[in-house]
């Protein structure tokens, strides 16, 4: 699975992509956000308030509750601010 | 035609581009950085272009459209600069400044770009959010 962060999100880990591979028991984007953020601090800091962050798998807006698997991308991002 | 890039773009030439066969109208708005605080835009490529692609197919939809340009620019602007241009053809004026609305208001709630003030990252506004729930 790719993981991709954009603005604050991506500056507070100091990475803006990675390649993880999550346990099979990581079905959906919630299951994926409770898994990174026991992985260590800075992730636990990001996802501590979910309602912050919005996410996308394979270039598709979702809600938290989308399905994930192994050959998804998937982002998570602050709410946009274009325009 | 849609463009996500660092360089500035000429409101005159595009507007001009989108003049053809049946073409009564083309409605502009242009985005520029105000106040005196720098921006930084950054955005998500391959998904900023696709959800751009599926608002301009929805306004197509639902208006006769003749012609769109939605250009975005992303980088370091300064103020005074040119953000956004969204250009919309069509035989009459109602059609083409509703969809540069309709377009206009999705480009803010939906297109993943994030813009830095003076190096803060800017929050995102409810009044965004409610301006395109008016299109739902």
């Known amino acids: ?83 | 035609m849609i463009r996500v890039q660092h360089e500035d773009f000429d409101i005159a030439a595009e507007s001009a581009a989108l003049q053809g066969d049946g073409v009564g109208a083309v409605a502009t708005f242009t985005g520029i950085v105000r106040g005196e605080a720098r921006l930084t835009l950054e955005h998500y490529p391959g998904m900023t272009e696709r959800e751009i692609a599926r608002h301009v197919e929805a306004a197509q939809t639902r208006w006769p459209l003749l012609g769109v340009t939605v250009i975005h620019r992303i980088g370091k602007l300064a103020p005074g600069a040119n953000i956004v241009l969204v250009a919309v053809a069509s035989a009459h004026r109602e059609p083409a400044f509703r969809a540069c609305e309709f377009l206009m208001d999705y480009l803010k709630t939906r297109a993943p770009f994030w813009k830095q003030e003076g190096g803060v990252w800017a929050d995102a506004k409810q009044s965004d959010e409610e301006a395109a729930k008016r299109w739902d």
């Open chain 1, 1 to 83: 699975m790719t993981l991709l962060y954009f603005a604050w999100v991506r500056q507070k880990l100091g990475k803006g992509q990675e390649e993880i591979d999550a346990p099979a028991s990581v079905r959906t984007v919630n299951d994926l956000i409770a898994w990174l953020a026991a992985r260590d601090a800075a992730y636990a800091e990001i996802f501590a308030d979910p309602k912050r962050l919005r996410a996308a798998v394979n270039h598709d807006h979702v809600s938290f509750e989308a399905p994930v698997s192994a050959n998804d991308e998937v982002a998570f991002f602050p709410p946009v601010t274009g325009g």
